[in-house]
């Protein structure tokens, strides 16, 4: 990892300490939602969220707000997003790789 994406990656996490899960109150780093960040040199974003349970009903609404965060980030240049433990983890999965 380089200076430049190390860097990047720790703005993303920085970023991310200010999505709350609303029904903990709790911000997406600390509850773990988030797994496997890395960054590569083009500053595509890779990582997989994992919600809280299989049926959590804010599943969509998080992964949504978790993109927008990460796509504020100077120099994240596009993301490629893995949803797993969740009921619906495949159709998540497609649905918001495929939104801009």
């Not at 200010?18 to 903990?24: M, N, Y």
């Amino acid at each position: 990892m380089s200076a430049d994406t190390a860097h990047l990656q720790q703005a993303i996490l920085e970023r991310l300490q200010s999505v709350i899960d609303p029904e903990t109150n709790v911000d997406v780093v600390r509850m773990r939602l988030v797994e496997n960040l890395s960054v590569d040199a083009q500053g595509i974003a890779h990582y997989t969220f994992r919600p809280s349970s299989p049926l959590c009903p804010v599943a969509v609404f998080l992964v949504q707000q978790i993109k927008q965060a990460i796509a504020e980030v100077p120099g994240v240049t596009a993301q490629q997003i893995e949803v797993t433990g969740y009921v619906a983890a495949d159709e998540l999965t497609t649905l918001i790789n495929k939104e801009n």
